[in-house]
């Protein structure tokens, strides 16, 4: 039985990863509603995981057939240039897998801004 078992962190997944996906590591990981990993991208409905830690590829594999490690956490993604300083403690969104922008219009939540860097934006996922 593992229930009370410790577990270093949950800060670490691993998620299985959608048929004919391939996601970069260092890019932002997004859950279908069916449950399976790809790379995120501009689109509703999506639970973004956090930030790839390996590549991997699953383009000519069915679903599950591999998995990607995950960490959560607070990342700096790129910002498409509508994230301003007063902007931290909101809710930001996915404009692709590098980036995210302050417009929810058609995109899914990529988490919390904690801060800007230049043209980057510290994202703590959620």
């Not at 590549?55 to 956490?73: C, L």
Request: contains cysteine; glycine residues 12%.
């Amino acid at each position: 039985m593992r229930a009370g078992n410790e577990r270093l962190s949950g800060n670490d997944i691993v998620i299985p990863v959608a048929a004919g996906e391939s996601i970069t590591e260092g890019h932002l990981v997004a859950i279908s509603a069916a449950g399976y990993a790809s790379e995120a991208s501009k689109a509703e409905n999506l639970m973004i995981a956090g930030c790839a830690m390996k590549p991997v590829d699953n383009t000519g594999g069915e679903d599950g057939d591999v998995e990607v490690q995950v960490r959560r956490g607070a990342f700096v993604w790129n910002n498409d240039g509508s994230i301003k300083a007063t902007d931290v403690m909101k809710p930001c969104y996915v404009s692709d897998a590098q980036t995210v922008t302050i417009t929810s219009t058609g995109s899914s939540k990529a988490g919390v801004i904690l801060g800007i860097e230049g043209d980057g934006v510290i994202v703590e996922t959620l």
